[in-house]
């Protein structure tokens, strides 16, 4: 079955550029999604990116998606400590039933 | 105006015993979804509803039944609750094949 799987743990200093990587399996992914979790709280979809592309820029955040590698990564720049949460990866088995399939979450600690 | 609300936030119950979740979107999707989160904090879907039919249905124990009243609803019932059962359930909704689903804010369900 399809499979996203994330390294577990990151640490960087304040004012540092954060790189979560994320690598999956499924060749028929239409879109590829990072979201946020804080600690005791749901989850929030930070950003996104749709197959066909291979980056996607909005603020701070840098999405990169190399489609023949099936990898995709996440750039925080300019870090700071209320970015200290989990980031999921997830691919989307699109179709008629929009499945999010999750990686396995990286928390990410921001030191002051 | 909370966009996906799930009640009780916390529920604590003992084996055996059979509880509800109950969530509800503002939102105006047709298509309403629930996670498991487990003590790992790892993500994965349970079931999917579009327009009160399930169009998803993983590998869950059959102790698990999700009814959608209505587009707006989708509660989770589960019967005989064991140990393993313990987990954050996670509501979500959107309109079908949108790249956004809304999270709710979780329900913490711990069996004793």
């Known amino acids: 079955g399809e499979d996203v799987e994330q390294s577990l743990f990151l640490s960087v200093r304040e004012g540092d550029s954060s790189v979560i990587n994320c690598t999956y399996t499924d060749s028929s992914s239409t879109y590829l999604y990072w979201y946020k979790q804080e600690p005791g709280a749901g989850l929030q979809l930070l950003t996104y990116i749709f197959s066909n592309m291979d980056m996607k820029q909005d603020q701070r955040l840098t999405v990169l998606l190399n489609k023949k590698d099936k990898h995709l990564s996440l750039r925080i720049a300019d870090t700071q400590t209320g970015d200290s949460a989990i980031y999921f990866c997830a691919d989307s088995i699109g179709g008629a039933t929009n499945k999010l399939i999750f990686g396995t979450g990286t928390l990410l600690a921001v030191q002051p | ?112």
Not at chain 2, 81 to 110: I, K, M, N
Request: proline residues 4%.
């Open chain 2, 1 to 112: 105006d909370t966009a996906v609300s799930q009640t009780p936030k916390y529920l604590v119950t003992q084996m055996g015993n059979d509880k509800s979740i109950k969530c509800e979107q503002n939102l105006g999707h047709d298509t309403m979804y629930w996670y498991k989160q487990d003590s790992k904090k790892f993500l994965k879907i349970m079931f999917s509803y579009n327009n009160k039919e399930l169009i998803i249905n993983e590998t869950v124990p059959n102790r698990f039944s999700p009814k959608s009243p209505d587009k707006a609803h989708l509660n989770l019932h589960i019967n005989s609750l064991e140990l393993g059962d313990s987990a954050v359930y996670f509501c979500a909704s959107s309109h079908l094949d949108s790249y956004e689903q809304y999270f709710g804010p979780g329900t913490r369900l711990t069996v004793t």
